[in-house]
C-alpha cells in the first residue's frame, strides 16, 4: 500500500522558517454551575514546520481542549478567555465561522478522540470522505479515488466495502481509521491527532505511524499527537510537551523530556510506566488532580509532588527555568 | 459459569460493487468462563471481540448457538428470571460517548441502573455512586456535569464506575483502558484486582494493550477473524503456540525494544501483515499469513482442540 504522495501544496519557503503554528497565551475556560472551569492556561507554543509534537499528560489535563482550540473549535458556553493562534501566519481567532469552516480541513484538520462520534451516523463512510473533498473544490470521480487511495493508506483490505458502510457497521478501530483517512486525504499543513491509536492494535498502530512519517516527510505537515501512550511518543515525536492542570508545565526535545525530564510531574508520569512492579500493584501517581474550577495556589501539582517545599503552595512557578528550558516548576531536576 | 456455545453472528452489507458483502464477525465461538476468572479477550480490530461481547451479554442475538448464564439460557430468559440474569452480567461499552444519555447528569445516567436492579435509598444510592466516581480517580463534583463537559477518559472512567456500582457478577469490559494515562490505567487496573477479591467478580478483558492483559487476566484467549484460535493461561503465554498468538507477541517485543529499529522495522514490513479480508476460505482463515501453512491448511477449517488443561488451540501443524 505503499502511497505516492503527491506535493500537492509547496510549502513557501518564508513559511518554512517561521513557525507553522505559533500560540501565545491561550486561556479557554468553560463555565459551569460549579464554577469558571479553565481548560487551558496561558499556553505558549511554537511549532516549525515538519515537526511532530507529541502533547501528554494526565486525563482531563487540557490536551483536547487546546487541540480543538487550534482550529477555533470551543463549544459554547466556553470561550477564549486570552491569547492568539496563528497557523501559518494566519490569526485563526479572528476569521469568520465561515471562513474558519473552509479553512478546517485543508489547513488545519483534526482527528478526534472520539471516533464514534466524528462521523455523522446517517451517510455512509464514502459519501463523508467524498463530500470533505468536493467540498474543497475537487471533482468526483478523483475524490472518490483519493477516498479508495486513503482507505487502502490506513490499512483496509477492503475498501470497498468500508466506502458503502455506516459508521454503525464498522468496528471501534475501523471507524477510527476511516476517520484518519478522511482527514489525511485533504493534507492539511497542521494535524490534530487526539489519540489516533486508542482503539487500534499494535499492528495498525505501527502502520499508522508510518503513515503520520511519510505524510510528514513528503508534505512536510506539522503533527501534533496527543497521546496518553508515551512509549509511542518516543517513537514517533520529535518535541514533546506535558500539560498538568491546563498549563504546559514541560516542553522540549523528545529525547531530552523522556529520558531527563526536569519536572517532577513528568518524573513521576514516566515512572508509573512499570508493569513489573516488585511491590505487587501498579505504580501511580498518588492523590488527584485538582478540581479545575477551584485551583489550589501557587502550583497545581504540589498537593502531589514529592519534591514540594512551602515556596510551591504560595507561589505559582515561571513558565521557564533561568537556563531558558520550558519547566514550570521551582524545584526542577536538573 | 459463562458459556458461550458455538456462537454464530454473521452481518450482511449492501455494498458498492458486490450485491451482498456478508461479514462473519463471530463465526463458531465456544467459550466457557468460571467464576473468579479473569479472562482476557485479544485480536486484531475488526476480528468481532465487541461483537462477541454483546452477543455474550445479550444485547444482540446471535443467528446460531446459545449463551448460558449459570445453567440459564440467556435467550429463553424472561420477565423475573431476565431480570436476574440482567443483573449478574455487565458490559462496559468500548465507546462510552454513544452508550450515555447527553441530556442527562452523570449522577442521572449512574442513579438510573441502580434505581432498575436495587432498592436503596437515595442516600444510599449517592454514597455509592460517589464511592466508586473516587475509586477511578474522579472528584465528586462531576455528578452534577453532563457527558459533554467531561474529557474522553474521564467518560472512559464514568461508563466504568457505573458498571461497578452494580457489582455485578460478571463484568465484560470492552478496552476499559483505551484513552487513560499510564497513572489512571495503573489505579484503574488495581481497583479491579481488588475489586474482585473482596466482591469474587468475574471479568472478560478486552484489549490490544498486551501489558495490561497480561497483568491482568489470569487465561487469555486470541480471536482472528470471528474465531478462537487459542486459549491459554497467562503464565504459559511465552511458550503460545498459534502462529497468530506468536505474531502478535512479536509485534508488542517490537514496540518494548529499540524505539527507532521497530520503527524502521514498521515501515519495511509494513503491509505484509494481516488485515480485514473477509474472503471465503475453505480452510484456516490465517493460512495466507502463515509460515507453516500448507495446502492441508489451506483447504480444512482447524478445530479448536485441547492440548493441555486450560490450554487450547486450533491449528493442524502445533497439535
Ligand atoms: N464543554 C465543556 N464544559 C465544561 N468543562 C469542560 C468542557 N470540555 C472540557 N471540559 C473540562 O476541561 C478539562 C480538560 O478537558 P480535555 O478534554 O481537554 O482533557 P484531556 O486532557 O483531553 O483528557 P483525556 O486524556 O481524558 O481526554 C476537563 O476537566 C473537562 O472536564
Ligand atoms: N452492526 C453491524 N453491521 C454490519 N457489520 C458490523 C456491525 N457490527 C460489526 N460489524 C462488522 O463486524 C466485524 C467485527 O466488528 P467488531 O466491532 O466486533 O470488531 P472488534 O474486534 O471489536 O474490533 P475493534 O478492536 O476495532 O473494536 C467488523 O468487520 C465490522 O465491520
Ligand atoms: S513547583 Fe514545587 S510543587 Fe510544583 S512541581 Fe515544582 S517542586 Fe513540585
Ligand atoms: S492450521 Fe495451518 S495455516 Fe492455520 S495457523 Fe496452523 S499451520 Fe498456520
Ligand atoms: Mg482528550
Ligand atoms: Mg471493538
Redesign the pocket.
Known sequence: MVLALSKQQEPANDIRLEALLSISGLTVCFPTPRGLCRAVRDLDLQLASGTILALVGESGSGKSVTGKAILGLVEPPGYFASGEIAVAGESVLSKTPENLRLWRGVKAGIIFQDPASSFDQVFTIGAQMVEALTAHGVDVGSARRETLKWLDGVGFRDPERIIS?YP???????RQRAYIAMVMSLRPSLIIADEPTT?L?MLAQSRLLALLQQMRQTTSCSIILITHDLGLAAGIADEVLVMYAGQAVEHGEARNVLSQPAHPYTRALIGSVNWNNPRGGLATIPGQPPVLSDLPPGCAFAPRCSEAVALCKQEEPPDRLQTGAICRCHRPFI | MLKACDLHKT?C?RSFLIKHDL?K?VDGVSLSVMPGQTFGLI?E????????ARLMVGLEHPDAGMVLIDESRLDRAKGRQLRDVRKKIQLVF?DPYLAMDSRITIWQIMKEPLDNFFQFSEQDEQDRVASFLIDVGLDTSVMKAYTHELSGGQRQRVALARSLTLLPKYLVLD?PLASLDVSVQAQILNLLVNLKERFELTYIFIS?DLNAVQHLCDTIAVMFFGKIVEVLPRFELSRAVHPYTNMLLESLERREGQREDWLEQALAKGHEEAG?NHDETPGCSFAQYCSYADMYCSANIPALKQIKDGWQVACWKKL
Not at chain 2, 45 to 52: A, D, V
Request: proline share 0%; charged share 15%.
Open positions: 458502510s454503525f457497521e464498522l468496528s471501534g478501530g475501523m482503539a492494535d | 452481518y452489507q461479514v464477525a485480536g480490530t475488526g476480528c468481532g471481540k465487541s461483537t462477541l468500548q478496552e490490544h480485514q
